[in-house]
């Protein structure tokens, strides 16, 4: 299986904040990556799909980059609705695999 | 707008079959792969498998031996089936919605999910 890592694991933050998360792959997955916002309760959100992708309808100070085994997903600008959980996913071999995730909490 | 619903008992015990229904609306079931995801209480997000609408199939090797995942298009529907469960099952089970035509697949349709506790 591929494994899937995130760091960090927790990261606090305020408001109008650039945040960067990063995942890696045990092995290249070239740029079949998905980046989910869950909030508690809810099921996850697709953000990003092929490492860069804005799904439609996300706002667009979500972003994604990365090639290979390392990927960011970056919010250019934190809003007090981004405080969730966020897990990025891997769909280039099965078993798909997800990160850890990264859990963005108030500062 | 597509939209999947899970539905199943919300308890099952040790041993038994774990069986959930995922419903899809609003949209067509063809040339999509159906996967089911799950979700321990606090946890992370675990793959369970996935079906394609022509009914193949694809598990995770984790669960492979005691998973059964089938389709039914003439309703709309698919299915999961977990045997000899234990409490290590207990989780939210999402249904989503993958790949179209392709069998690699993120989710950009999710069912809001169903806990299922694995309790005598």
């Known amino acids: 299986d591929i494994q899937m890592t995130q760091s960090p694991s927790t990261l606090s933050a305020s408001v109008g904040d650039r945040v960067t998360i990063t995942c890696r792959a045990s092995q290249s997955i070239t740029s079949w990556l998905a980046w989910y916002q869950q909030k508690p309760g809810n099921a996850p959100n697709l953000l990003i799909y092929k490492a860069s992708t804005l799904e439609s309808g996300v706002p667009s100070r979500f972003s994604g980059s990365g090639s290979g085994t390392e990927f960011t997903l970056t919010i250019s600008s934190l809003q007090p609705d981004d405080f969730a959980t966020y897990y990025c996913?891997?769909?280039?071999?099965?078993?798909?695999?997800f990160g850890p995730g990264t859990k963005v909490d108030i500062k | 707008q597509v939209q999947l619903q899970e539905s199943g008992p919300g308890l099952v015990k040790p041993s038994e079959t774990l069986s959930l229904t995922c419903t899809v609306s609003?949209?067509?079931?063809?040339?999509?792969?159906w996967s089911w995801i799950r979700q321990p209480p606090g946890k992370g997000l675990e793959w369970i498998g996935c079906?394609?609408?022509?009914?193949?199939?694809n598990y995770n090797p984790s669960l492979k031996s005691r998973v059964t995942i089938s389709v039914d298009t003439s309703k709309n529907q698919f299915s999961l089936k977990v045997n000899s469960v234990t409490a290590a099952d207990t989780a939210v089970y999402y249904c989503?919605?993958?790949?179209?035509?392709?069998?690699?697949?993120?989710?950009?349709?999710w069912g809001q999910g169903t806990l299922v506790t694995v309790s005598s």
């Open positions: 079906i394609y609408y022509s009914g193949f199939t």
């Open positions: 609003g949209g067509s079931m063809n040339n999509y792969y």
């Open positions: 989503a919605r993958g790949g179209h035509y392709d069998s690699r697949a993120y989710f950009d349709r």
């Open positions: 996913q891997q769909y280039n071999i099965y078993p798909f695999t």
